[in-house]
């Protein structure tokens, strides 16, 4: 009994499409450059939040001190607060270092639409 050829195998090598390689690669780097310009993006857009939320904690809340006498607990309750609405990253140690990077850059003058 002899064996029939592949059907499937001789379509795939008679299908060959001519520059596929060279629309596999363009393609490629087209997905990749936009996964590098959406992280980039999504980093200033993280930044810009991180920053604006330390604005708000500090000048609306401390009215512009570095520190409140209340400010271990406003900190303890926006932690608690953000946890369960938001879940991980907003720890109060991060939100004291989310503080803290306004309170050394508090002067950024370049607006998030810049």
């Given at each position: ?6 059907k499937n ?21 087209l ?5 590098r310009?959406?992280v ?9 939040t ?10 609306f809340?401390?009215?512009g001190h570095g ?24 720890g109060?140690?991060n ?20």
């Amino acid at each position: 009994m002899t064996k029939k050829p592949d059907k499937n195998k001789a379509l795939i090598k008679s299908s060959k499409i001519t520059g596929y390689e060279t629309i596999l690669a363009e393609v490629a780097e087209l997905l990749e450059s936009a996964r590098r310009t959406s992280v980039r993006v999504t980093n200033t857009i993280m930044t810009a939040t991180y920053w604006e939320i330390s604005r708000r904690i500090v000048e609306f809340e401390q009215r512009g001190h570095g520190k409140a006498d209340y400010g271990k607990q406003l900190i303890e309750r926006l932690s608690n607060y953000l946890t369960a609405r938001f879940g991980r990253g907003f720890g109060q140690s991060n939100l004291f270092q989310i503080r803290a990077f306004y309170l050394t850059y508090s002067k950024i003058v370049q607006t998030m639409s810049g």
